[in-house]
């Protein structure tokens, strides 16, 4: 396979577990669509710059398919199978209207880069509306999600996005800034995993919308 021709199979792939995740109500496969979306978009760094710096590419490849194709899946299955929960019941959004808004949310992103004239990149001209579509949408998820395990999804979501707008539009980064990057993102997550185990423990639920009963 061509890196064009991966560069846009990685990028349809992350427009369906977008759409995948807004549409699914089982946070087991949410957790497993966010997974292999992590894997999709740490791959971007071996189509786009494998030539050109083998080793770098293949180090940022390899840490970010462990840490969000596996540890983070781990931990957030790990903190499920605790909580005792397996559906998002009831969100603020249903995820019908979910799956519009995703969609719309990637017209919205089309419609953007068109107007920010950005230089030419190897990842092609849907590498920027794919990336700030992943992170609209992850900020959605954030904010229409009563659980915090798909809170916690949405986070590594809206990361995703970042990312592989990064890696399209900047090759140029240290390798030692990226790994801390991918460090401070393992960080977050595993705080806010540990938090979501414990409301669970403390009120028998992860809703985070009824965290008021913690006001005195």
Partial sequence: MSPGAGVEAVLA?????DLLLLGSSRLRSCIRVVAVQGI????????????EGAARAWALTAGGVAVK????????????????????VE????????????????????????????????????????????MLIGLFVIVSRRKAITQVLGY???????????????????????????????????????AAYHISREFDHIDVDQL????G
Avoid: C, K, Q
């Avoid at 999709?40 to 030539?51: D, K, Q, R, T, W």
């Avoid at 194709?69 to 998002?88: D, I, K, Q, S, Y």
């Avoid at 008021?212 to 006001?215: E, K, S, T, Y």
């Fill in 13 to 17: 792939l992350v427009v369906i577990t």
């Fill in 40 to 51: 999709m978009v740490s791959l971007l760094p071996l189509f786009l710059h494998g030539g």
């Fill in 69 to 88: 194709g596996a540890v983070f899946p781990l931990v957030l299955l790990r903190v499920l199978r605790e909580a005792g929960v397996h559906r998002e």
């Fill in 91 to 134: 969100p603020f959004v249903g995820h019908t209207l979910s799956v519009l808004v995703g969609a719309s949310a990637l017209v919205a992103a089309l419609w953007v880069e068109t107007h920010l004239h950005l230089p030419a990149t190897a990842a092609g001209p849907l590498a920027v509306p794919v990336g700030l579509a992943t």
């Fill in 156 to 194: 590594i979501v809206v990361e995703n996005g970042i990312y592989a707008v990064g890696v399209a539009l900047v090759g140029g980064v240290p390798l030692l800034v990226e790994l801390g990057v991918l460090l401070d993102v393992f960080v977050a997550v595993f705080i806010m995993s540990i």
């Fill in 212 to 215: 008021d009963r913690l006001r």
